[in-house]
């Protein structure tokens, strides 16, 4: 029986994408460079703040990422006003999360945003109180899809990995739950098309919240 359900943050319980964009954005513009849509974060997210800056670097033409450190710099001085920008759940999520709860499901996040951040972000969306464990990015523990942060999270709150659930809405989540060793779920309402998710062959994807009070595992 399952007891412990992790999950994403950035495309799973946060609609984010906005924030990642004003930010980076902001940043880009006092480096002379152009502005990007917003609809591209929805590839560049899921590996970190780093890795995000490289790509975006990349399509306004610094290929060889000779800005990034300069504007990663950038990022975080304007993340800390700009993280909570516009960030909400997804519609029936709220709802489902808090019938989770009340059946005794232990409830986290674990997420390659920096620590001060997905707490945040968390907490801007959800308040406080409705997830056991919030873990973000922070020294010691490897990005994912190193499983070190999901197997942290199961061990801190008294739960075996087999009695823990996975879910994200990328490839990268896909690979974290796996390499866990959790029953690892897709969802389809975040950054990516269902294609990349079913490549990586999850035990379950879902299109909607609801599916989750479903779940016969």
Not at 23 to 32: E, I, V
Not at 46 to 53: H, P, V, Y
Not at 57 to 79: A, S, T
Not at 142 to 166: N, Q, S
Request: hydrophobic letters at 35%.
């Amino acid at each position: 029986m399952k007891r412990l359900m992790i999950f994403d943050l950035d495309g799973t319980v946060g609609d984010t994408v906005g924030s990642l964009a004003y930010t980076t954005n902001r940043c880009l513009k006092k480096l002379s460079f152009p502005e990007l849509p917003e609809k591209n974060f929805n590839y560049y997210a899921g590996d970190g703040a780093r890795k995000m800056l490289e790509r975006a670097l990349r399509d306004v033409g610094d290929k060889k990422g000779e800005h990034l450190d300069e504007l990663l710099e950038l990022y975080w001085k304007e993340f800390e006003t700009g993280c909570t920008m516009d960030v909400k759940s997804y519609p029936g999520l709220p709802h489902v999360l808090e019938q989770l709860k009340a059946c005794g499901m232990l409830l986290a996040v674990c997420s390659n945003k920096a620590q001060p951040y997905a707490e945040a972000v968390i907490h801007k969306i959800y308040g406080d109180g409705l997830f056991d464990y919030i873990l973000g990015e922070r020294p010691g523990i490897p990005r994912k899809p190193d499983p070190a942060g999901p197997l942290k999270i199961a061990d801190k709150l008294g739960v075996t990995p087999e009695e823990c659930v996975y879910i994200g809405d990328t490839n990268t989540d896909m690979k974290t739950g796996a390499n866990a060793e959790m029953f690892t779920i897709g969802v389809t309402w975040g950054y990516r098309e269902r294609r990349e998710l079913e490549e990586l062959e999850p035990d379950m994807i879902i299109d909607h919240p609801q599916q989750l009070l479903e779940l016969n595992i």
